[in-house]
């Protein structure tokens, strides 16, 4: 997916394609002349690209700094892979050619909502020998958050880890791992299961209605107005369509149901 994609800056090359990465031989850079960018998904946000600029000028303004030049992403999200913003490789380019030492936005988030992305941005900059400022916040308070994010991003990835190994040393005990599947509940032990009183004759109905040629849009409907109800808000006629294949193949025993997980949503 974009939003997971790790980026690893490569110094051995200059970049001049979408695929190749920055230089990262620091030259010396004018902290006096900034490069800004801007970026938006909708129309409907409320930083517009003029909004934005504002506060990137107002920025400049009482920090005494010089806007050399201005790009952006219209209708780009936050999370879009950063080599496929053609407006922020242009700015990238721009800091290079023009030695602005300065890479600013307008809120953090306009450089990226992916932790990874913005850290790899952040690197392409410091090896040019420029800096990233958000607009809207001070210094201090701007390094502050993107550490905050960083602990927070390997929180995440730990418990991530953490939770993986758990569930295996319980499977290895044969103990229960997952959800329960509809039309059982956990048995007393609390690792088999065992029919639900309620739900499992909704499991033999389903099958029925497949047999008689239903398929999941009317077999959802036929459990509505049989009053037979999902663990969500309404049958999903998609997972139901799924499922009632599955009991045709394996029946509605436990064995082949226990791989079917909840169908409501």
């Not at 023009?98 to 992916?114: F, K, N, P, T």
């Not at 497949?210 to 006629?237: D, F, K, Q, V």
Request: proline share 5%.
């Amino acid at each position: 997916m974009e939003g997971e994609s790790v980026l690893v800056p490569n110094p051995s090359k200059t970049l001049t394609t979408p695929e190749a990465p920055l230089a990262t031989r620091k030259r010396k850079q004018n902290p006096n002349q900034a490069v800004a960018y801007l970026r938006m998904s909708t129309a409907k946000q409320d930083l517009s690209l003029g909004g934005q600029r504002k506060v990137i000028l107002d920025w400049a303004a009482a920090a005494g700094v010089e806007i050399v030049a201005w790009y952006d992403d219209p209708a780009r999200s936050g999370a879009t892979h950063p080599k496929r913003r053609p407006g922020l490789l242009d700015a990238l380019r721009a800091l290079e050619t023009l030695r602005a030492g300065v890479l600013v936005v307008a809120a953090d988030d306009r450089l990226s909502r992916d932790t990874n992305h913005a850290g790899w941005i952040a690197t392409e900059v410091a090896d040019l020998g420029a800096a990233v400022v958000d607009a809207s916040k001070p210094e201090a308070e701007w390094i502050a958050m993107m550490f905050g994010r960083m602990q927070a991003q390997s929180y995440l990835e730990s418990l991530r880890k953490n939770t993986v190994r758990a569930m295996a040393v319980k499977k290895a005990r044969g103990e229960r791992v997952g959800s329960v599947p509809y039309g059982f509940t956990l048995a007393a032990d609390c690792v088999h299961l065992q029919p639900h009183p309620v739900e499992h004759p909704v499991l033999i109905r389903i099958l029925e209605l497949r047999r008689a040629g239903l398929g999941g849009r009317r077999i959802a409907a036929t459990l509505t107005a049989e009053g037979h109800r999902p663990r969500g808000a309404s049958w999903n006629a998609g997972n139901l369509q799924v499922l009632a294949d599955r009991l045709v193949v394996e029946g509605a025993g436990l064995g082949g149901v226990c791989k079917v997980r909840a169908m409501a949503s």
